[in-house]
């Protein structure tokens, strides 16, 4: 078993009990470690606060990372709280539907300015303000997919946005390395979130990816973060920078 005892984490992007940041949530409980969350809006609340409540998280908090103030007010009460932090996951990603479903040539520039502000800069506005948190090392963790690095159909706008995210942890985990920062890329498979089912023709997806991997199946949010709260624990010292895929082996044949 893995030990997370004493450490805190803060999990951006929960929306529901189907989340890839609720399944990891509930791994790094499971785990020992404490948990604040945040939701994003009035709207998402009602859905969020039950299963934050249900973790035991200290710390329930608005966090819109469009709306100027809201990131740093959440690390501000970590601060205030607990002062210092361990880990942090970030899953969140955005594109208006209009970009997302057009083809990538097509792309209006608000639009992918937007998709990259939201998934991609606000990871590295979150390893900022982390970072003096993490007096004696920690963890940073986004997520990603496959569609960066392969043409996926229909995943158009995300796939150079996801790739663009993919970098940029490879570059922050260069820099904060010598503090003992570490950071990761997670790389599931298709999973039925409410995030995905923006995707164009997404159970179409959901179904190719099963019939392609070796064993057929398809992974949970549970094998996600099981994932996770081995890479934020002590156990995991010695990686940074990776893409850790967790497909069931999609990525190497697809």
């Known amino acids: 078993m893995l030990n997370l005892a004493n450490k805190k984490g803060l999990i951006i992007g929960i929306a529901n009990d189907q989340s890839i940041a609720y399944g990891c949530a509930k791994l790094f409980k499971e785990y020992g470690a404490e948990v604040a969350v945040t939701y994003l809006n009035a709207k998402a609340e009602p859905y969020v606060r039950p299963l934050a409540e249900g973790l035991?998280?200290?710390?329930?908090?608005?966090?819109?990372?469009?709306?100027?103030?809201?990131?740093?007010?959440?690390?501000a009460a970590i601060e205030a709280h607990w002062g210092e932090l361990d880990f942090v996951l970030h899953s969140i990603a955005?594109?208006?539907?209009?970009?997302?479903?057009?083809?990538?040539?097509?792309?209006?520039?608000?639009?992918?300015?937007?998709?990259?502000?939201?998934?991609?800069?606000?990871?590295?506005?979150?390893?900022?303000?982390?970072?003096?948190?993490?007096?004696?090392?920690?963890?940073?963790?986004?997520?990603?997919?496959?569609?960066?690095?392969?043409?996926?159909?229909?995943?158009?706008?995300?796939?150079?946005?996801?790739?663009?995210?993919?970098?940029?942890?490879r570059y922050l985990a260069a820099e904060l390395g010598p503090k003992q920062i570490r950071v990761h890329t997670?790389?599931?498979?298709?999973?039925?979130?409410?995030?995905?089912?923006?995707?164009d023709r997404f159970d179409a997806l959901l179904d190719r990816s099963r019939a392609m991997t070796p064993d057929h199946q398809l992974v949970q949010i549970d094998d996600v973060g099981n994932v996770a709260a081995f890479l934020v624990s002590d156990g995991a010292k010695a990686m940074t920078g990776n893409i850790e895929y967790i497909d069931s082996g999609l990525h190497i044949l697809s």
Do not use: W
């Open 56 to 75: 035991g998280s200290p710390l329930i908090l608005p966090c819109d990372v469009r709306e100027d103030g809201q990131l740093e007010s959440v690390f």
């Open 186 to 199: 997670l790389s599931p498979g298709p999973l039925k979130t409410r995030a995905a089912s923006g995707i």
């Open 94 to 169: 955005f594109a208006p539907k209009e970009d997302l479903h057009a083809r990538v040539v097509d792309c209006s520039k608000e639009g992918f300015s937007m998709a990259m502000d939201v998934s991609c800069h606000s990871f590295i506005r979150t390893a900022h303000l982390a970072e003096p948190l993490m007096k004696n090392g920690g963890c940073l963790l986004t997520v990603s997919f496959y569609g960066s690095e392969r043409v996926v159909e229909h995943y158009n706008l995300m796939g150079p946005v996801k790739a663009a995210l993919e970098s940029t942890v």
